[in-house]
């Protein structure tokens, strides 16, 4: 059974950064798209980013120029670097991996945001 471990989450200062990584625990075929999505308390999931198989990439409007996904879908390996983290960015953030047939999702990592 495919399981995605993530890694890197923690206590941040507001301003501070992180680094996210995923790895799937064995190969996943037919990767359509990786990425992170995280949800807050009281919210719904969101999507963060994505890297798509077509070499694209996309952000949620409000992360742009402070986010950076990187991946290697070959290895099912996605990664985020998460710069001047804000307060309300507070969440439990999420990896996926979509394939042509499912979508495969970790069990989530905390990222906190102190003020």
């Known amino acids: 059974q495919v399981q995605l471990v993530e890694s890197g989450g923690g206590l941040v200062q507001a301003g501070g950064s992180l680094s996210l990584s995923c790895a799937a625990s064995?190969?996943?075929?037919?990767?359509?798209?990786m990425g992170w999505y995280r949800q807050a308390p009281g919210k719904q999931r969101e999507l963060v980013a994505t890297?798509?198989?077509?070499?694209?990439?996309n952000y949620a409007d409000s992360l742009k120029g402070r986010f950076t996904i990187s991946g290697v879908h070959a290895e099912n390996m996605v990664y985020l670097q998460m710069n001047s983290l804000k307060p309300e960015e507070t969440a439990v953030y999420y990896c996926?991996?979509?394939?042509?047939?499912?979508?495969?999702w970790g069990q989530g990592t905390q990222v906190t945001v102190s003020a």
């Open positions: 064995t190969r996943i075929y037919g990767i359509r798209a």
């Open positions: 996926h991996q979509d394939t042509y047939w499912t979508t495969y």
């Open positions: 890297t798509n198989a077509d070499g694209t990439t």
